[in-house]
């Protein structure tokens, strides 16, 4: 199995609904930074990667078909080489918007982990926001150069930005697969994270 789809957005971009509806068209399962939680053996591949292991793709995706969110948004510009063929997606907000659930949400969890290595300190905090994941214009600017990388690098024809609210058309069009028959997925809420998900997230990624 290799990626069919490669996801570039920044978490709190819809990456979320995102992995569900990716699963609901049948490019599951999804890799995202929850599989990562919930997993031992992913919790170790990802981590020593982020520690400077030299990357396996296959054995870091082994059994899926798909990534969107951290930590595979960190190694996009790699992945897109990697797998040629995949489609690739920028789920996409407003810089101001995304930075609003970010520091409510992932921001938080950084702030309250206690593992020095956890993915969110150690790759998204340190090695993506520079060591300054809470200062505003610093993270707003690490979220436009994203954006900017993206839309510079990947081909038109492989491309779809996928802002929030979009649905289901714009992305089966660009997957080339048929509209299902229910609502796009909406998932992972910035309340629904702080309910659940932060629990997890502190010392444990």
Known sequence: MSLKVIGTGFGRTGTDSMREALNILGFG???????????????????????GAAPDWS?????????????????WPQLIKAY?????????RTPESWWESFQKTI???INKSVDQ?????????????????GDRANA?????????AVRATVPPERLLVHTLG?????LCAHLGVPIPDQPYPSRN?????RGSILTKITGTQ
């Open 117 to 133: 290595a956890s993915l969110g300190i150690a790759l998204v905090a340190r090695q993506a926001f520079g060591g300054r994941p």
């Open 29 to 51: 399962p999804c890799h995202h930074m929850l599989e990562v939680m919930g997993n031992e053996e992913q919790k170790k591949l990802w981590r020593a990667l982020a520690q």
């Open 166 to 170: 979009d649905g289901w058309e714009p």
């Open 140 to 148: 707003i600017a690490v979220y436009e150069a994203n954006i900017r």
């Open 84 to 92: 040629p063929s995949a489609k690739v997606l920028l789920t996409y």
């Open 107 to 109: 921001l938080e969890g």
């Open 59 to 75: 054995q870091l995706f082994a059994g899926y078909s798909s990534c969107v969110d951290w930590p595979s948004v960190h190694y």
């Open 189 to 193: 809420n910035a309340s629904e994270f």
